[in-house]
């Protein structure tokens, strides 16, 4: 059986943080009452049906971890593992049952008792993915894999039959090189002094893998007549380490972001950093954003022809529960046929790291979302978030869909543009 050993530090998502010991940790859990309700809400139930892989079961195995009932076994922690963090649970749940936080905090006890070198492991992989050094370097590096004839080798050799090869192989099809971004800058200090109206918050992977995102946020605050400012020394906002047991890190993290947009109202193009940033911060979707701001009465949208499908991002959907900004927002296009996704309440199977760590669920759920985009056929996809963005852009090439996948401000930012 389980020893009990030191009581885990538990992180709630507040800022500053709570400390739960193991008596609150089960104390959240037991507020489900195994009703089950949630069930035909969980993606990756849905795929398997096996109740180990569904809310219901996750929260008994983190009660049987927590009560020293159950080890900490590597078929136990590949069920909690395979939880995609998506939230639609807690949307689902009449009883309220904080899943997310359950599901952050039992990996948090779990990362913590791993021996040192493999915390250090999972912690340098995560620090890498989030800084400024390697995301820079993907566009450059995907662009070589191209140019090289490098992912033509890899088909012909049969090696996209392993999923995590067909993921990596698929983003770097996809994965231009990042612009750098004109904007006016600030530094906290700067910041201090004169408290910019809104500031736009850049990401880590998202300021590589979207560069037009800010682009275009820039492009129509501009239009608006909206002031927005880049404040310096942003940086990642923590919730890769958060969902996958380093809250102190990301607690560190989001202090950064704190200290930098002090006095602001934060705008965030990627959903996942917004949810995340919200709890410690100002934070504002940027469609939300853009949809609050004053509209000049003389603003002209081009028509722009075609359907647009909205994928809502689980970040979007579960934790925000804003989505309608997002169709509004696109409402506004004369010409546009606004279509919701067929089965977005579903996560696409990108989910921040998810879609590297458990390649195979991702490429499933990402099959689903490929199959209704055939049916419906859109001219274009949007979606709110990132990692969402990268894994269907990749899913509808390999299928060889003719869509665009992108940001719905840059969508909108087309419609504003003056023609020449
Ligand atoms: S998490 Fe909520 S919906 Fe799911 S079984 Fe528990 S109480 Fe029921
Ligand atoms: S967070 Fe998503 S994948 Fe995880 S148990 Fe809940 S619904 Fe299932």
């Known amino acids: ?17 709570n400390a739960l010991n193991q008596r ?3 104390r959240l859990a037991d507020q489900c009452v195994k009703c089950g309700l949630c069930l035909p809400h969980c993606p990756t139930f849905r795929l398997c049906h096996n109740e180990a892989d569904s809310p219901r079961g996750r929260i008994a195995l983190i009660q049987g971890l927590t009560t020293g009932q159950l080890d900490d076994t590597a078929r136990l922690g ?12 807690e949307l689902a749940c009449p009883s309220l049952v904080r899943f997310g936080t359950l599901m952050d905090a039992a990996r948090a006890a779990r990362v913590a008792k791993l021996p040192r070198w493999r915390r250090w492991w999972r912690r340098l992989r995560l620090d890498v993915l989030s800084g400024t050094r390697l995301p820079p370097l993907l566009g450059p590096l995907a662009a070589a894999y191209r140019r090289l004839g490098v992912g033509a080798v890899v088909r012909r050799a049969g090696l996209l039959r392993w999923p995590r090869l067909r993921v990596l192989h698929g983003l770097a099809l996809r994965l231009r090189r990042g612009m750098a971004l004109q904007a006016p800058q600030t530094t906290a200090a700067d910041t201090d002094a004169a408290p910019a109206p809104l500031a736009l918050f850049r990401g880590c992977v998202a300021r590589t893998l979207e560069p037009e995102v800010m682009r275009s946020a820039l492009a129509v605050f501009r239009q608006l007549g909206v002031p927005v400012e880049v404040p310096q020394g942003q940086g990642c906002c923590g919730a890769m380490h958060r969902h996958n047991g380093f809250p102190d ?16 109202s934060v ?14 911060l100002t934070a504002i979707e940027l469609c939300r954003a853009v949809l609050q701001a004053p509209w000049p009465a003389a603003l002209a949208l081009h028509p722009l022809t075609g359907t647009v499908a909205v994928h809502e991002p689980c970040s ?19 010409g546009l046929r606004v279509v919701p996704l067929p089965g977005n309440a579903m996560c696409c199977g990108a989910a921040g790291t998810y879609l590297l760590d458990q390649p195979q669920t991702a490429l499933a759920l ?3 979302k490929v199959a209704v985009l055939r049916q419906l056929a859109p001219r274009w996809l949007v979606t709110t978030n990132t990692g969402c963005a990268a894994h269907l852009g990749a899913a509808a090439h390999a299928a060889g869909l003719e869509l665009e996948v992108l940001h719905p401000v840059v969508l909108l930012a087309r419609a504003l543009a003056p023609r020449t």
């Not at 965030?268 to 940033?277: M, Q, T």
Request: proline share 6%; glycine share 10%; hydrophobic share 40%.
């Open 1 to 17: 059986m389980g020893g009990h050993g030191p009581a885990p530090r538990i992180i709630f998502r507040q800022f500053p943080h």
């Open 24 to 26: 609150e940790l089960l």
């Open 78 to 89: 590949a069920h909690l593992d395979g939880c995609l963090q998506c939230q639609a649970c």
């Open 249 to 264: 890190r990301a607690d560190t993290l989001l202090a950064r972001n704190r200290a930098v947009f002090a006095g602001t």
């Open 267 to 280: 705008v965030g193009g990627a959903s996942a950093c917004v949810a995340e940033l919200r709890p410690a």
């Open 316 to 334: 979007h959907r579960n934790q925000l529960r804003d989505t309608t900004a997002v169709y509004e927002l696109l409402g506004r296009i004369p």
């Open 366 to 368: 990402a099959a689903d």
